[in-house]
């Protein structure tokens, strides 16, 4: 099975940066997508951002322009960069991987069956945001 582990994170205050990092190792071929989900305090823990092998991203609205990622194939590695913070987006990130044949939107839960139930999971990662 696939291990996933993220890093960075951390605090920053209102309109900041931060930059997280998941590395998957195992039970992954070489075409397949990684995301992040998100958990609010008080909220479902939800999909926010994924990207596949090709490239192909998908966004929830509410990081749409603030949050980017990127995908390095070789070393199993995605990277989340997230601009622009605000205190709503204080939370527990959790990297998340699915294998080939996979749909970014799929993969966060974006289309009517949810999301997939043999998706791969990190630990998570706090990220605090600040007034």
């Known amino acids: 099975a696939a291990a996933l582990v993220e890093s960075g994170g951390g605090s920053v205050q209102a309109g900041g940066s931060l930059s997280l990092t998941c590395a998957a190792s195992?039970?992954?071929?070489?075409?397949?997508?990684m995301g992040w989900f998100r958990q609010i305090a008080g909220k479902d823990r939800e999909g926010i951002i994924a990207i596949d092998s090709t490239g192909t991203r998908s966004y929830a609205d509410d990081v749409k322009g603030r949050f980017t990622i990127s995908k390095i194939n070789a070393n199993n590695t995605v990277y989340l960069r997230m601009t622009n913070l605000k205190p709503e987006d204080t939370g527990t990130y959790t990297c998340?991987?699915?294998?080939?044949?996979?749909?970014?939107?799929?993969?966060?839960?974006?289309?009517?069956?949810?999301?997939?139930?043999?998706?791969?999971w990190g630990q998570g990662i706090q990220v605090t945001v600040s007034s």
């Open positions: 195992g039970g992954l071929y070489a075409s397949y997508c």
């Open positions: 998340v991987a699915d294998d080939y044949p996979c749909i970014p939107e799929e993969v966060l839960g974006f289309r009517s069956g949810g999301v997939p139930s043999d998706l791969a």
